[in-house]
């Protein structure tokens, strides 16, 4: 039932607002975007229409969250200045009341507004900056950005003119809590929203209304305009940049155009692209490569990461440093206590010493990425570590990542895949089987002690990282892991 409405500025349809809290509202007949004011309805301009993606609601979707039946009343569309779009919903609960719901890089949350009062200006705000938002309590400020206005349908809470910008924080908080303030109106009107993390399966979806209308994804194969040679179709919906399997070039996914040109790689990924492999109960798939190296005491290491993707789950990364995997899980900024920088952090109950911290540089990319990756693209990285887990931090300026890196067996992790393990490293493999090479099969002693002085080792790295005594532990290799570029879970 509409709660208020009027006559379209533009072409005199009838506009009806369904939600006391909407100010405005695309009109359904012409798909001018109008306003409510005290005066009647003023016209805004011309929104895009939204080009869904996939995972996209769609106005008029019904589900429950936590329990509240909701309606989606609105869907907005912000383009970020990395590149790339993140999309919000305006979801009306039954009970009358109302959320934004937003989602990026196949991340989701959910907030509210608040009563809070927000002085200080954008300009005052860093990122890492920690701001006591009243009994909500205190958050860390993970992305210092602005979006502009890119699309639009249906009913929204706020003015949002097409193509104009707003400057946003994003931060994280207790207990898996978000928050974001949103500078509207030249930065003079601040909206404190705060919720917390969701999933997308957690909107529990029941009348969709009919199907999305989803964005052309290219299914059928495209040229590289460098070689000629055929693209693959897209893994993720959201890939910007692709790298043609032939000639390297580096291609905007949207337009096609070659963005750059890049070597030839060292070496063939040990995972190919497309793989697909179950991890922690998520269907994967690998739709990215990159090798990153860093400069360390004049020296320089190498490290590659792959990138997987779920259309539901988001991102993961698996990390190859000099022979170890590791699985890494973005964090949210909240949970690291930074107060023993810059010795060291803590996540959970665990102390992480400050291992190393250095500029990580992008040497070359193979496959899909969200964000727009370039070759040469660098970002600040530093490395804790807690035994063989290491936790990162990459900054760009506008934002700093978390990323938390579990080592996973090289034998775990390519029978998840499905593939032929790579081979034993000869350092690893040499004393076993000569020392193991006694005629009736048994284990020699020797190899018992030199198994029990490592179990030994591996003990007092754990015990000493759960403390702020501070040991890097076994944690092997050098590189940085995890997430940079793009942008956080807006
Ligand atoms: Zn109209
Ligand atoms: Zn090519």
């Given at each position: ?19 006391g ?16 004011t ?14 869904a ?13 936590g ?24 979801l ?13 890089q ?13 002085a200080r ?13 009243g ?7 993970e ?22 910008k ?20 030249g930065?003079?009107a ?35 305009r ?10 993720d919906?959201?890939a ?9 070039a ?7 155009a070659i963005?750059?040109q ?7 990924p ?6 697909q ?11 990215g ?6 400069v360390?005491?004049g020296?320089r290491?190498?490290?590659?990461e ?31 206590d ?12 665990y102390y992480?010493?400050?291992r ?25 990285a530093?490395d804790?570590?807690?035994?063989p887990?290491?936790l ?14 579990d ?10 895949l ?6 034993v ?5 040499a ?13 020699p002693?020797a ?16 015990d000493?990282?759960?403390?702020d ?14 997430v ?7």
């Open positions: 039932m509409p709660v208020a409405g009027g006559k379209c500025p533009n072409c005199g349809a009838p506009v009806e607002f369904r939600s809290s909407s100010l405005t509202k695309v009109c359904d007949h012409c798909g001018q975007f109008v306003v409510r005290d005066r009647g309805l003023d016209n805004l301009g011309r929104f895009a229409d939204v080009a993606t996939e995972h996209s609601l769609v106005r008029g979707d019904r589900g429950t969250l329990g509240r039946g909701f309606e989606v009343l609105g869907h907005l569309v912000l383009r970020h200045p990395m590149g790339g779009t993140w999309e919000d919903y305006h009306r609960f039954d009970d009358g009341s109302w959320s934004w719901v937003s989602t990026a196949g991340r989701w949350q959910e907030v509210a507004i608040t009563r809070e009062r927000f200006s954008f300009d005052a705000v860093r990122v890492g900056d920690h701001l006591h938002l009994a909500y309590g205190e958050f860390v400020v992305e210092a950005s602005s979006g502009t206005f890119a699309s639009a349908a249906g009913e929204l809470p706020f003015v949002a003119r097409p193509g104009e707003m400057a946003f924080l994003d931060l994280s908080g207790p207990d898996g809590a978000r928050a974001s303030v949103h500078f509207v109106g930065h003079d601040r909206m404190v929203f705060v919720g917390r993390a969701i999933a997308r399966a957690d909107l529990h979806l029941e009348g969709r209304v009919g199907d999305a209308p989803v964005q052309a994804v290219a299914t059928a194969s495209i040229k590289c460098n070689c000629g040679g055929d693209l693959p179709a897209r893994l919906p959201n910007l940049h692709v790298v043609c399997p032939y000639c390297n580096i291609a905007d996914s949207a337009t096609h963005i750059a890049q070597d030839a790689a060292r070496a063939s040990w995972i190919p692209l497309g793989t492999g179950t991890l922690q109960g998520v269907r994967w798939t690998v739709i490569y990159v090798e990153r190296s860093s360390i005491e020296e290491f190498r490290w590659k792959y990138l997987l993707y779920h259309r539901d789950a988001g991102y993961r990364w698996i990390i190859e440093d000099e022979g170890v995997w590791r699985l890494g899980t973005p964090v949210a900024a909240a949970d690291v930074a107060a023993p920088l810059p010795r060291g952090v803590r996540y959970g109950q992480f010493a400050l190393n911290g250095s500029e990580a540089v992008v040497d070359r990319v193979l496959g899909e990425f969200y964000w727009r990756v370039a070759v040469g693209e660098r970002v600040a530093r804790y570590a807690c035994g887990r290491v990162s931090s990459e900054e760009s300026g506008t934002e700093r990542n978390w990323t938390l890196a080592p996973i067996s090289e034998r775990d992790l390519f029978s998840a499905g593939l032929p393990a790579p081979s490293p000869a350092a690893y493999s004393p076993f089987r000569d020392a193991g090479s006694s005629s009736d099969g048994s284990i002693t190899v018992w002690v030199v198994v029990a002085v490592f179990v030994l080792m591996l003990l007092v790295a754990y000493s990282c759960d403390s005594s501070g040991s890097s532990g076994l944690g092997g290799g050098h590189g940085s892991v995890g940079f570029g793009g942008f956080g879970g807006k």
